[in-house]
T-cell receptor, first 116, second 114 residues
Framework: DGGITQSPKYLFRKEGQNVTLSCEQN?????MYWYRQDPGQGLRLIYY???????QKGDIAEGYSVSREKKESFPLTVTSAQKNPTAFYLC???????????????FGAGSRLTVL | AQKVTQAQTEISVVEKEDVTLDCVYE???????LFWYKQPPSGELVFLIR??????QNEISGRYSWNFQKSTSSFNFTITASQVVDSAVYFC???????????FGSGTRLQVQP
């Protein structure tokens, strides 16, 4: 079945450590996104990528980095510069805008990061 | 700038009651797209509906219905005869056409008691 796989589901990190969250999709979608979810604040956009080898900062990109070397993969690194990284991270993808069904984001199951 | 407001933080109802989740949006775009997603306790967001700004017809899908009113910039979601399985967090979202990413409201947590 097609979908988005995020790993790990739970991750614990010590302060000062970088961690990388994996996001893989087999939907052949062009665009991929990373959102952060905190209690009571909804989802906020961290980074997004419309095509391979290109990505853009979202609303809260500071302290995060991404890469898009392959169409199906969009890993997120939470760096030590992120002051409050404890959150639930959701990866999403969508098909090309000119295709029917465009702009509907499909989400992964999320990764919960806790900083100890 | 775009904005989506879900003023109801949490709603609790008893099974079989009807419940309406409110969504108010702000955008300068003349053409825009609105969405509702459901987030069950498992965490994954599930797509429920997409609505184009030029289509103001209300939509019904089983127990779910949506009322889109451009005059009040609202896109409300009603669940008829609620069930325990409807318990989840519901998000309203607006497409940022420039970035082709979604701007989300803060969500409404619905608890349906048996």
């Amino acid at each position: 079945d097609g979908g988005i796989t995020q790993s790990p589901k739970y991750l614990f990190r010590k302060e000062g450590q970088n961690v990388t969250l994996s996001c893989e999709q087999n939907l052949n979608h062009d665009a991929m996104y990373w959102y952060r979810q905190d209690p009571g604040q909804g989802l906020r956009l961290i980074y997004y990528s419309q095509i391979v080898n290109d990505f853009q900062k979202g609303d809260i990109a500071e302290g995060y980095s991404v890469s898009r070397e392959k169409k199906e993969s969009f890993p997120l690194t939470v760096t030590s510069a992120q002051k409050n990284p404890t959150a639930f991270y959701l990866c999403a993808s969508s098909i090309a805008p000119q295709v029917s069904g465009a702009n509907v984001l499909t989400f992964g199951a999320g990764s919960r990061l806790t900083v100890l | 700038a775009q904005k989506v407001t879900q003023a109801q933080t949490e709603i609790s109802v008893v099974e079989k009651e009807d419940v309406t989740l409110d969504c108010v949006y702000e955008t300068r775009d003349t053409t825009y797209y609105l969405f509702w997603y459901k987030q069950p306790p498992s965490g994954e967001l599930v797509f429920l509906i997409r609505r184009n700004s030029f289509d103001e017809q209300n939509e019904i899908s089983g127990r779910y219905s949506w009322n889109f009113q451009k005059s009040t910039s609202s896109f409300n979601f009603t669940i008829t005869a609620s069930q325990v399985v409807d318990s989840a967090v519901y998000f309203c979202a607006l497409l940022d056409t420039g970035r082709r990413a979604l701007t989300f409201g803060s969500g409404t947590r619905l608890q349906v008691q048996p």
